[in-house]
């Protein structure tokens, strides 16, 4: 089956019991079982498995063309527990320089503690990427591509090749593709890992997270982490995203094409300085985006000439775009990664551009986000906002 029917119908036949044509949110904690030891269907406790979420996880496993998926509550959860199920203290873990903030607070405020070392490296430098395995006991290349926020895009297969050749495994986050655009698996990657929050939901209403398996054979030990340590997604989560899922492809489309529109409008702004959108022929790994995706994705950053203030100001001044962390939903939002969602990164080498704006471009009519951004940029220096949390009072927070 192609796509588009595997992401209408796999894990996902009508109900046995009734017909349902749409899988039931199974939303209980328990299954009856016919004597000891007789549990029906082999359900038993939905921390360990639950119908609804095994449908999700059908359905993202054949999207991602893996072996087995797991559905998380997060997907930092879902981070969490491939990496404790793939690593061991001692080991050490290679990053992208530029990786999700998130992933980087992990790695070095959380893992670090547990002896789990790791190094940034800008993976886009292959080269770099062999010099920092070099005489290292290297366990995983953890991968992302495009990268989040400054769309960097790394060549999977090639990093791949030089991941096996060291022993290492390849993991690579693909929230900001989706299946849809890109299949890590197929380019060599062991494992997918998803903030299913994002594309993949797609209608900012659900948390999740997932990972996804290459081979079968560490799925039995992921299971069995999944359960111990329990960050499961619940029935309705998993059914929200499921329902989510279905269209992934249309969106996916509508998100390519508006940020296609968005990109261009941005790189002939005099008051922009720099546009990261890998659909543009001028960025660094448009050719290999062009050959590892089927498409560029909704993802748009920038930056402000007039640097961080202005910056701050254009995300406070969008009337469409709403001011706000996360992406990939239908909605359009904007924010401004180094006071947001990447402040646990500042002060390290992974801080990003104070005058960076993201983009997450939606699905709605081309020309309205285009003249959005044209009135929220076009703004006056005496009308710019001031009064904004630092990042390193965010970070304080967080
Ligand atoms: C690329 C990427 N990976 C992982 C995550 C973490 O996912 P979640 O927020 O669902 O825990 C995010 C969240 O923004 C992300 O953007």
């Known amino acids: 089956m192609k796509f588009e029917t595997r992401a209408i119908h796999a894990g996902q036949e009508p109900d046995q019991l009734t017909g349902a044509v749409v899988p039931p949110i199974y939303q209980t904690s328990t299954y009856k079982q016919d004597g000891v030891g007789g549990a029906r269907s082999g359900y038993e406790y939905s921390r360990t498995a639950n119908p609804t979420r095994t449908a999700l996880e059908e359905c993202l496993a054949a999207l991602e063309t ?5 559905a998380f509550a997060s997907g930092m959860a879902a981070e969490d527990c491939l990496i404790r199920t793939l690593c061991r203290p001692g080991d050490h873990v290679l990053i992208p320089a530029d990786a999700y903030g998130g992933t980087y607070r992990l790695f070095a405020n959380v893992l670090a503690h547990w ?3 790791y190094d940034a490296v800008p993976q886009t430098d292959l080269d770099a990427v062999r010099d920092a395995l070099e005489g290292r006991r290297t366990r995983l290349v953890w991968a ?4 989040n926020p400054l769309l960097s895009i790394v060549d999977l297969a090639a990093l791949a090749e030089v991941a096996h050749a060291n022993g290492a495994f390849l993991v690579t986050d693909n929230t900001f593709a989706s299946p849809y655009l890109q299949r890590p698996l197929e380019l060599g990657a062991d494992a997918v890992v998803h903030s299913t929050t994002k594309y993949l939901g797609g209608h900012s209403d659900v948390v999740g997270g997932a990972v996804v398996l290459r081979e079968a054979g560490y799925a039995d030990d992921l299971a069995f982490n999944q359960n111990a340590t329990g960050g499961i997604a619940g029935p309705f989560d998993a059914w929200l995203t499921l329902r989510g899922v279905k269209t992934l492809a249309v969106r ?11 990109a261009r409008l941005l790189t002939a702004h005099p008051a922009v300085s720099h546009v990261y959108y890998p659909g543009l022929p001028e960025h660094p790994g448009h050719k290999v985006a062009a050959m590892q995706m089927h498409g560029f994705g909704g993802m748009v950053s920038f930056r402000l000439a007039a640097g961080e203030q202005k910056a701050v100001a254009v995300c406070g001044r969008t009337r469409l775009f709403t001011l706000g962390e996360s992406l990939g ?3 359009s939002l904007i924010e401004h990664p180094a ?3 990447h402040a646990s990164a500042a002060g390290s080498a992974l801080e990003v551009p104070a005058d960076l704006v993201r983009l997450s471009v939606g699905i709605e009519d081309a020309d309205d986000l285009l003249d959005d951004l044209r009135q929220a940029i076009s703004l006056r220096s005496s009308e710019v906002i001031t009064n904004c949390t630092s990042g390193t009072e965010r970070l304080k927070l967080r």
């Open 66 to 70: 893996g072996a087995r998926a797991f």
């Open 339 to 341: 006071r947001m969602t």
């Open 144 to 147: 992302e591509s495009p990268t």
């Open 329 to 331: 939903g239908v909605e």
């Open 252 to 262: 996916m489309d509508r998100h390519c094409a508006n940020a296609a529109l968005v």
């Open 115 to 117: 002896g789990i070392s």
